[in-house]
């Protein structure tokens, strides 16, 4: 069965391009290939190895896949790693609402979450550079925490805030209806037309048959007053029948009035929408605002981003703690 588990390897394995590539990486207990040597080791486990120790044989077998594709397919999985926007792995699983969106102001690279506990067993989520906290401090020499509450309900008061002003936007209304008016293909112009015709040829028939009850029948055959009753009747037949069929074809669509009734009451309980979403759902909605978070140990700041960029925000002084204990 393919999943993204047995896809990747599948996308990065030169052997399809017709390269046997050795010592990529070394299971070895005693000894490693280092700079074309056997070098002395001691059972440390699966450790890989740089490019340059690599045993590269060239053509070894036919290839499946050209060169040049192969290192296109490699340069848009390493962008795709630098960019990407969600989250996979273990951090599906946690409840850190900023995974892959917040970033270290000092080395650029991204802020993990980490939850302490109290000697009370208060528990206090956290972001960390996940740089420094890998022990690269030469990288990031910057011991820090940003408070996970903090700024993630800050995120979601600006998310708030900018949804409310939607409410009440006359400019978002107006392409509402022109959109109604679009997806509905001038199918109410149609139909209100096609009522209009029913209506007056209701009116002729009772015209008609005002006629019809003045006059003697002999006196209405001569003039023809049957034969226009019966064509007339033929049209209304003709005209209702293509009035049901609009209406299977193209069901009545709401009015942008209605629609606007009731994305208002959408807006009314959006403080009780976002508090019953799950994680996932509040993920869902801050990755369409935020583009990124930086935090700034510096000056105790973080910059928030958010699309368009216009609407960029600087917190100051919001309980950003330069960390001292725990890293």
Known sequence: MFTPATLHPLLENPAYTGRCVYNRR????????????????????????????????????????????FEIVQQNRKSSRENR??????????DYLLTGLIFCGVCGGRLTGQTTTSGKGIRTKYYVCSTHHNGHHDRCPKRYR????????????????????LRDD???????????????????????????ELAGLDQKLANLREHLTALDPTTADDLGLYEQAK???????????????????CPELPSADVIRQRASAVFDQLEQVIASATVEEKRELIAHFVQK????????????NLYPAVFSRVIAGAGFEPATSGL
């Open 26 to 69: 070394t299971l070895s207990k005693w000894h490693r290939l280092e700079d074309g040597r056997s070098v002395e080791r001691h059972d440390e486990g699966v450790e890989k190895r740089p490019e340059s120790d690599w045993v590269v044989c060239e053509d070894a077998w036919p290839a499946l896949v050209d060169r040049d594709t």
């Open 85 to 94: 926007r969600h989250v996979t792995g273990p951090a599906i699983r946690s």
């Open 146 to 165: 940003v408070p996970g509450k903090v700024i993630e309900d800050h995120v979601i008061n600006l998310i708030k805030t900018d949804l409310l002003k």
């Open 170 to 196: 006359d400019q978002l209304h107006q392409y509402v209806a022109d959109e109604v008016k679009r997806l509905s293909g001038g199918h109410d112009d149609a139909c209100e037309q096609l009522q209009r």
């Open 231 to 249: 064509l007339i009747g033929e049209q209304r037949q003709v005209v209702e029948q293509e009035i049901e069929k609009r209406i299977k074809v």
């Open 293 to 304: 978070i930086e935090a700034d140990p510096d000056s105790s700041t973080i910059r928030i």
